[in-house]
C-alpha cells in the first residue's frame, strides 16, 4: 500500500498474516522516512481506506489469544495472506438443497484485470460497513456476524440467515457475490441489492472508465454453474 518508489517490499512482506490485522505501532519502522508523527500516519491510511480500526472484542477467541496485546489493530484487505478456503459456507448437501441462492457478477472488458486497489477497497469496505457496523453488545450477534477473510474474498452471516460470498477474480476481471438465504427470498431480496450497490459504488469510484456488465449466474449445489443472463437482458423481458 506504498508508492513503487518507496523502499517498502520487505517491510510489507513482513507485514503480511493470515488475518491482514496489522498492530498501528508497526507502521512507525514502515514509515520511518517520514516526518510525520504515527496518530496522522494512521488517520491518513484510515482516511484514504488503506485500513480500518478493528475493535479487539469483535474478534473470535482463538484470534485474540494469538494477538494479545493493548496496542490498536488495523485491518489491511491487502495484507491478507490466507488463501481461499475450501468451502466457507460449510453446507451439508441437504442444507444446499433447502437454501434459496443467488449469484451476482460484475465483470469487466476491454481491460484484462481488476487493479488491487479497487479490490482491497471492496473488501474493506464490506467488511466496515455489513461486518463491523451492524455489531450490538450482545454477544450473539458478534458471533452470527463474523467473518472470514482471504487474498481474494471475504464471507460473512447475518442475524437474519443470509450468508454473504464475495470473491474477486483478476485474470476474469470479475467481482463475485454468491449469496445463501436459511429464510427464504424476501430477506435475501432485501440484504443482497445493499451488497451489490456498494461494490458497484467502488467500480464508479476507482474505475468510473471500466466497461462492465451485471451477470446472474444459475447456482447449482450451491456452486454456480457457468449458465448465466446479462440483468439488463432480464430487466427489459
Known amino acids: 500500500f506504498a508508492p513503487k518508489s518507496v523502499e517498502f517490499p520487505m517491510h510489507h512482506k513482513d507485514l ?3 488475518f491482514g490485522l496489522v498492530l498501528s505501532s508497526e507502521l512507525d519502522h514502515v514509515f520511518e522516512f517520514t516526518s510525520l508523527s ?4 494512521k488517520e491518513l491510511l484510515i482516511s484514504m481506506e488503506f485500513c480500518h480500526p478493528v475493535d479487539s472484542s469483535l474478534l473470535r477467541d482463538e484470534i485474540r489469544s494469538l494477538l494479545a496485546t493493548q496496542d490498536e489493530w ?3 484487505p491487502s495484507l491478507v495472506s490466507q488463501d481461499t478456503p475450501s468451502n466457507p459456507f460449510g453446507s451439508s448437501p441437504s442444507d444446499v438443497q433447502s437454501c434459496v441462492w443467488l449469484c451476482w457478477e460484475l465483470r469487466g472488458f476491454e481491460y484484462p484485470f481488476l487493479s488491487p486497489r479497487f479490490q482491497h477497497s471492496i473488501f474493506l469496505r464490506l467488511a466496515h460497513k455489513f461486518v463491523q457496523n451492524v455489531i450490538d453488545d450482545q454477544e450473539s450477534q458478534i458471533l452470527q456476524h463474523s467473518c ?10 447475518t442475524v437474519h440467515g443470509i450468508d454473504f460470498q464475495v470473491q474477486t477474480f483478476t485474470s476474469k476481471a ?3 457475490v454468491l449469496v445463501r438465504s436459511r429464510n427464504g427470498m424476501d430477506p435475501l431480496m432485501k440484504e443482497a441489492p445493499e451488497v451489490i450497490q456498494e461494490v458497484m459504488k467502488m467500480k464508479e469510484h476507482h474505475c ?4 462492465t456488465v451485471s451477470v446472474l449466474v444459475k447456482v447449482k449445489s450451491g456452486i454456480p454453474s457457468g449458465v448465466q443472463a446479462a440483468v439488463s437482458s432480464i430487466i427489459k423481458t
Open 16 to 18: 503480511a498474516n493470515k
Open 38 to 41: 504515527p496518530k496522522l500516519i
Open 74 to 76: 488495523l485491518y489491511f
Open 148 to 157: 472470514t477473510v482471504w487474498k481474494n474474498g471475504i464471507f460473512w452471516s
Open 174 to 176: 470479475t467481482v463475485q
Open 208 to 211: 468510473p472508465n471500466m466497461k
